[in-house]
């Protein structure tokens, strides 16, 4: 790869995220041929470099046997596919911009403050991460369906609706604790708006893609990929607490990242199965 | 209960069973019927009649046998089947019914409208009812069951290729190629789909059980590709395949086939090298206990837990969970830390040393001049020291002592090797110096830089003598 070819790649995989030569369901974006097949033809010592000139940036890419995920492979082309990922342990470099979501949902009449978006977001986040996992019985490591993961604002309002509903007839929490559910339980709170907006955020994030059908979307493969890395790592902060002494193992774990022990794991099974 | 394992022939029920409730539409209503108290007993009955009976006919030829004879049979697989059961069941299978279909006509562009009722019985009761056979619809829908079963036909598949070559059959292969290909593609999805879903050990078991021979078959698949390869390169092929080509106004070339073959080649190779993925993990797999997000729930926690820093956490953890936007539209490398600003190179070209340059010419260069100064300030001294014999040139650099102006440094000694005649003496003399090249190499560090140069040997000779 000369330097050249490497810029292509690299911007290219900035701009797609998933890159690939023979792609399903839709057309070739502008140079995404070319760069995929620069990225699946690079020696094992370019693929190295490029490597490490992504993880500096704090990315690293992941290749797939398009085969893997039943595609047939067309003779003339490659048949991988690449997808662009946060690099575990190194730093996102500087010139990413974490925080946009929060801008992306304000509007000109939005009148609130910057908790009240936080609060709705990851809301609105783990309802449509239900939709993709918990409805289908799927697994987050089950990355080669992200195809069958659909989500239909329709249904997704009534979901969300509805929990609303039912955590307001469960009372509001006495004192500091409610403030969370002061925000969400609000008269005046116009829940469409809110998924509209969302929606349109996680269209430009590349969470999800549209399908053809009116208001139905799918997962994308970059986001599958990300979420079997999140459900490892992050999203370890939102599980319950089985035992509150084992609260400083568990922050331990957290920080450094080291897999929880097996026993810890499968009383969360058992938790969950029961549910 | 069943093991979870499905057999070939139910699912080819199931494939066909939402077609067949098309032929009794109820209006608006999409209809599904319900299965009866004993429809899953009928179904298991009439699986074994028809496996026994197939087995019987495979031994004994095509003919009718009695009913008598099949109920011993069938008890001997389930103790537990009654007579009267087996008897409707015959009868049930024994009945015709009618299919309605339609085909589309290509030259009105509408639907042709047709029904079928001889297809529809797949067993034949003789006249006494006592007796029974299965008729060429049984045959058929076994023959589907058994290749269902196809974990070990990619082999007789791909043998299909040579057969057709053999034929001169050159425009059924890429459709042969295409099939495989696909069937390789399903099987390649569903190891990646017992790869990554832990829990689906019962699947996961079966093949395990298989590996050895699915192992071989993918490898004998593999030699029956590579020998259609050298198949298709021979004289006698390309010969049939003009001939063909010619007769058939065929819309591709030999080559293009060729391709097909190789593409086809990859893929075999890339599933096996999946399924040898699937092996290893399926067998560290016995430790792991996923764990399993209710999302829901973890959206009721977070607001019934909340405290003072659960919002400043909970922006945090979005923060990592979201795709990163770049809000600039143009890369530059000073965007990434620690990489090189080129455009600073280019800005500052006056930083850079200029490279040294041992190429010793008989322009009046600014380098070249140097050289010839250092050499007159150390040539006795150099002569002092050839006296006692020769020197490997390493030797020369780091133990003479040389007379260094302010800018010299001792690699400006280098150049001596390639013009060693730099070095005679302005006066007439006998003596010369000579270079010799050993093909060794030197390291040595000077102001921090690594120096690696060949390391010749000096000499001096002396005429006359």
Known sequence: ??????????????????????????????????????????????????????????????????????????????????????????????????????????????????????????????????????????????????????????????????????????????????????????????????????????????????????????????????????????????????????????SYMLITGAPMPVRAQETEGRDASDQ | MTNGFVPPAVTIMAATSRLIDLQHPRGANVYIPAPGPKGGTYTGIALLVLDILHNLERERGTGYVTITELYGFVRQLASDVLLEDLEYVLLSLSKEREICYSTPDEETCTLNYGYVRDKTKIVDLADSRAQVRITDTASLFLRICENEISWLYDESDAHKIITALDNNKFGDIPTICRNISLDLAKKARELTDLIEHPTREEQGAILVADGPAINENLKKTKETIQSALRIILEQSTMDAFNQWAGRAKAGFELGNLQTELEVLLQTAEVVSRRFIEFLDIAQQRKDIVPSYHQFLDMAERLVFRCDSGSVQRLEHLMRGVMPADIPTRWFDPSL???????????????????????????????????????????????YERLESGPMPFSEFLTSTDFVLAEDD???????????PHALDSPEPSTQRIIVGFPQREFRMKNDGSLIISSDPLIMLEKQGV
């Open chain 1, 1 to 250: 790869m000369i330097p050249y070819e490497q810029g292509l790649t690299h911007a290219a995989l900035l701009q797609y995220r998933v890159i690939t030569d023979n792609p399903q369901g839709r057309h070739l974006k502008k140079r995404e041929a070319e760069a995929a097949r620069l990225l699946s033809r690079a020696s094992e010592g370019e693929r190295l470099d490029f490597d490490n000139f992504l993880a500096a940036q704090g990315l690293a890419v992941k290749t797939y046997d398009g085969i893997n995920f039943g595609i047939m492979p067309n003779p003339k082309c490659c048949n991988q596919i690449h997808v662009l990922h946060r690099c575990r342990g190194e730093r996102l470099a500087l010139f990413f911009d974490q925080g946009w979501f929060i801008e992306a949902m304000k509007d000109q009449r939005f009148k609130g403050g910057k908790a009240e978006i936080v609060i709705w977001f990851a809301r609105l986040w783990l309802t449509l991460q239900y939709f993709f996992y918990n409805k289908i019985a799927r697994h987050p490591q089950q990355i080669s369906h992200y195809d069958k993961a659909l989500v239909f604002t329709e249904h997704f309002t009534e979901v969300v609706k509805k929990g609303i509903e039912d955590m307001g007839n469960t009372g509001r929490p006495e004192g500091e604790v409610g403030a969370m559910w002061d925000v969400l339980w609000d008269d005046n709170v116009k829940i469409d708006t809110w998924i509209s907006k969302f929606m349109r955020v996680m269209l430009k994030a590349g969470v999800i893609e549209e399908t053809g059908v009116k208001d139905e979307y799918r997962q994308s493969l970059s986001a599958a990929v990300d979420m079997a890395l999140n459900s490892d790592y992050d999203l370890t902060y939102l599980m319950p607490p089985d035992d509150l002494k084992d609260m400083d193992n568990r």
């Open chain 2, 336 to 382: 990434v830390p620690g990489t090189i600003d080129l455009y600073d190179l280019l800005d500052n070209p006056e930083e850079d040393a200029p490279p040294k340059s041992f190429n010793v010419t008989d322009s009046e260069s600014p380098a070249v001049k140097h050289f010839m100064s250092f050499i007159e300030k150390n040539r006795e001294a150099i």
């Open chain 2, 409 to 419: 440094t001792a690699l400006d000694f280098l150049g001596v090797y390639v013009s």
